[in-house]
């Protein structure tokens, strides 16, 4: 009989995790709390773009993938996987997922079994949060009776060439036992693992990795600022940088940060620097501030770009091409986008939007759904490129009378205006 595996959250980083130990040979629990997604599953419809129908039929297909919203279908695992959300309330972490899945693990963990976090998180949640209420509700003792780890999850959806399986798999135990099993697992169905001495370690991994990217993309998005007020090109600037074969590496200008990793993980870390040590994290808040007003600027360069055309915002149709945060996914988390369509609508702008990725119950209200085509661009008065998927027809917006304004220099040999 094979293992049973549990793995707890059902989307971008639990799904992917869930297919790939049925095709190793393990029997899935896929347990997720939304009801909604858990018989969409069962239905062998897919909402994570990196997991195509096809995939996810095979798996039910096999007999090995269950999925579930009740925590009795846990019942006689030996390894359980926990990806759920840690969001921000109030700029503060929110643990309670990850409490809650341990309590409601817990009632089903038995001796031999393991135990593994793969929620981005602070240093310090596995053995001071996750541990206690493990051995709490079960009675029993990390160590001796059962194995806890943590594996910090590095899913970028959209990207084909590294995925679950391609890209190193960091791994970490609460003890020498419980780092063997954690890396015995991903083993399995990742091609490297990367071990290291602990869970905290694993924990600032994750964090180190997304706070690098959040800082450098503040750093080229406060310069395209000032680049844009100098006359300057900020983008031939950093082609021009990337030629450097040692010392650069290439980040990228855009509308604002979106997702779970940059406009939260970062702020874990300096919540818990400010919690611990008294200090504040002087790189990560002047990032997010940077990176957190970006969409206000966009506003404002749409501002000037009507009023250099005689047009107020008040009023006019605005075309935006792209809502998701990142280029051909339909995830609208935290994305730019929306806080752009806020400001915009409270100015009077009439909105419409193309985003061919973004699902029907994740469309903002109020936004008609266009298509990117000619007519559409001619009867705008402005078209906000924010997200470049490559499914859409940036031809268009090439030979359009209509202004453009391109957050990612994206519409190439036009007369788009750049951020």
């Known amino acids: 009989m094979p293992k049973k595996v549990v793995v707890i959250g059902q989307g971008y ?65 030996d390894i359980a996987v926990i990806s759920v959300p840690t969001p921000l309330r109030d700029s503060l972490p929110d643990l309670s997922f990850i409490e809650e ?82 890396q015995e697992f991903f083993d399995t169905f990742v091609e490297r ?24 993309v503040a750093l080229v998005n406060e310069l395209a600022m000032f680049a844009n007020q100098l006359g300057v090109n900020i983008w031939e600037a950093i082609d021009a940088a990337a030629t450097k074969p040692f010392g650069f590496m290439r980040f990228t200008p855009g509308p604002g940060v979106g997702g779970h990793c ?18 504040s994290f002087r790189f990560v808040e002047l990032a997010n501030d940077v990176n957190e007003h970006m969409p206000d600027y966009v506003v404002e360069r749409v501002i000037n770009a009507l009023n250099s055309h005689r047009k107020s915002v008040n009023g006019s149709r605005i075309l935006i091409a792209g809502l998701s945060y990142k280029k051909n996914t339909g995830d609208v988390r935290e994305a730019p986008a929306t806080r ?33 085509t000619g007519g559409e661009v001619a009867n705008a008065d402005l078209v906000l490129l924010v997200t470049d998927h490559d499914a859409l027809d940036l031809d268009v917006l090439r030979t359009s009378d209509t202004p453009v304004l391109d957050t990612r220099n994206a519409v190439k040999d036009g007369a788009a205006i750049r951020l």
Do not use: C
Request: negative net charge; without cysteine.
């Open 262 to 279: 940059l406009p939260i993980d970062p702020s874990y870390l300096s919540w818990q620097v400010r919690r611990e040590l008294g200090s």
């Open 101 to 182: 899945a341990g309590r409601s693990l817990a009632v089903h963990l038995t001796s031999g079994a393991t135990v593994i976090l793969e929620s981005t998180t602070y240093p310090g949640t596995t053995e001071e949060l996750l541990v206690p209420i493990l051995e709490s509700v079960s009675g029993l003792k990390a160590g001796p009776d059962f194995h806890v780890g943590y594996s910090p999850e590095r899913i970028d959806p959209g990207n084909a060439r590294w995925n679950l399986a391609t890209t190193p798999k960091v791994v970490s135990g609460i003890d020498e036992a419980s780092l063997a099993r954690v």
């Open 340 to 372: 752009i369509m806020t400001l915009l609508t409270q100015l009077g702008a009439e909105l419409s939007a193309v985003d061919p990725h973004v699902a029907p119950h994740a469309w903002p209200a109020g936004v008609r759904r266009a298509d990117l």
């Open 13 to 77: 980083v639990g799904l992917p995790v869930a297919m790939l130990a049925v095709e190793a040979g393990f029997a899935v629990v896929g347990l997720d709390i939304d009801p909604r997604r858990v018989e969409a599953l069962a239905n062998g419809t897919s909402f994570v773009e990196d997991i195509s129908d096809a995939t996810l039929a095979s798996a039910l297909e096999s007999g090995r993938y269950t999925p579930s919203a009740d925590y009795a279908a846990a019942a006689g695992f």
């Open 193 to 216: 693992t990367v071990p290291v001495s602990g869970t905290r370690e694993a924990e600032l991994t994750k964090l180190l990795e997304n706070t690098f990217r959040h800082v450098n």
